[in-house]
């Protein structure tokens, strides 16, 4: 029996599931690797029920193919314009005057109780803070003296619907999903750096159909957002704009692609067919680069109002990091620090070591995350055998009551 631990990172573009084991030390070893293109899913929504399970399917074979590992359950990354975030207070009276661990998990349950619609399925419950008998800024409640126990949370929830698809969709793959984590968490926990996360900094993650974002205080998360709008946006303008067919537009948009117009000389060309034309036609970079800006900068701008809404706005010293595959494109990092007024650096995912060639990109930070996410909380460790695959495949879930259920869900 070895330690392993399974993400999937379930994107718009591509499906990434890896097979992964920690040594005790930081350094994390991929043992293997399942890359596919992503089919039925269109802005972290799946469309398509049966194509976006095979693309699952697909990856979880090639990663068990690569790690020799039969995959039981997963970590599954989770985002799209279905998934809100509410924050919620809960209050309870403290049953023996000592706050025990059950008098936190039913100030939770009521702070949870109190907001959630019953179509949306509860992701995570972020403790902000609690308080007793008035006094705030307590973090751990568990063994101090009082009558009123209070918490402050950030409920993250998504479409109840949307959940049980993506459950199924895994679930034909011969996987359980142990856990659902928010896109932007994982990201955050394979790029951002403890100090970044006390000092105050934010997350950015730009895919192919959303914008994932989280901002970090004190070393907790204080706010989440999930914005449907990404990567893909940038080629459709393109496509649009030049009048290319969509493969064409990604193409040029990797090749030729530039964030910041006026950085681009004026005499730079590159040369495409465009519908109607019969021949190629000379475009100049700057006019490329001109419909890149104007939808990345767009980006940038609700990423800032959502710094405004979270109160955080210039109370973040640490900064921006920004990653996801679209963090490649030359310039981003100047757009971005000139729209939100903040620095910026980017990120991939490290201290990686096994098959990690492909992973030295920040198009993998939150397949990464995942692994990261469920080594660095015990309970989450899958118990993987040994051996090649078998068609049938053992349901090794435990069915957890339903604290334990909430506890699972809790930030640390
Ligand atoms: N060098 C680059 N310049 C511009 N865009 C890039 C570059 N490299 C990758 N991208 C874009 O990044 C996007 C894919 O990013 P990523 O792999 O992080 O998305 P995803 O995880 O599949 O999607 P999501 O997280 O939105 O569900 C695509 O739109 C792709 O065109
Ligand atoms: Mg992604």
Request: hydrophobic share 40%; proline share 3%.
């Amino acid at each position: 029996m070895e330690e392993i631990v399974v993400g999937i990172d379930v994107g718009t573009t591509k499906i990434c599931t890896l097979v992964g084991r920690f040594d005790g030390t930081d350094v994390l070893h991929i043992l293997g690797v399942g890359i596919e293109p992503t089919t039925g899913i269109k802005k972290g929504i799946i469309v398509d029920l049966e194509a976006a399970s095979h693309a699952i399917v697909r990856s979880v074979e090639r990663a068990e193919q690569s790690s020799g590992i039969e995959i039981a359950s997963a970590i599954v990354s989770i985002a799209g314009a279905h998934v809100s975030s509410i924050n919620s207070r809960g209050a309870v009276g403290i049953s023996g005057e000592i706050v025990d661990e059950y008098d936190v998990i039913n100030v939770l349950e009521a702070a949870r109780s109190v907001a959630i619609p019953h179509n949306r399925e509860v992701i995570h419950i972020v403790k902000r803070g609690f308080s007793i008998d008035g006094q705030d800024g307590i973090n751990e409640p568990i063994g101090m003296h009082g009558y009123k126990l209070e918490v402050e949370t950030h409920i993250i929830t998504a479409g109840a619907a949307t959940v049980q698809n993506l459950r199924e969709c895994v679930g034909a793959a011969g996987v359980e999903v142990q856990q659902f984590v928010l896109n932007p968490l994982a990201s955050a926990d394979a790029v951002l750096t403890k100090n970044e996360r006390l000092m105050g900094a934010a997350v950015c993650d730009i895919g192919g159909g959303t914008t994932d974002m989280a901002i970090y205080v004190d070393g907790n998360v204080w706010h989440t957002m999930v914005l449907a709008v990404g990567g893909n946006h940038v080629t459709s303008d393109i496509a649009h704009g030049l009048r290319l067919p969509v493969s064409q537009a990604e193409e040029i948009k990797l090749q030729q692609g530039y964030a910041i117009r006026a950085e681009v000389g004026a005499e730079d060309y590159f040369s495409v067919r465009p519908f109607g034309e019969d021949r190629d036609v000379n475009i100049n970079k700057q006019e490329l680069a001109h419909i890149i800006e104007a939808r990345v900068e767009e980006i940038f701008e609700l990423a800032l109002q959502e710094i405004k809404r979270s109160g955080y706005d210039g109370l973040l010293p640490a900064g921006l990091v920004l990653t996801g595959g679209v963090s490649a494109l030359p310039a981003i990092r100047g757009l971005a620090s000139d729209v939100l007024n903040m620095s910026v650096r980017i990120a991939e995912p490290e201290n990686i070591s096994g098959m990690v060639d492909q992973l030295h990109s920040p198009a993998y930070s939150t397949a990464v995350g995942l692994l990261r996410w469920a080594l660095s909380r015990e309970d989450n460790f899958v118990k993987a055998k040994n051996g090649r695959n078998s068609r049938k495949k053992e349901k090794k879930g435990v069915k957890l009551d339903s604290a334990k259920n909430l506890f699972k869900r809790l930030l640390p």
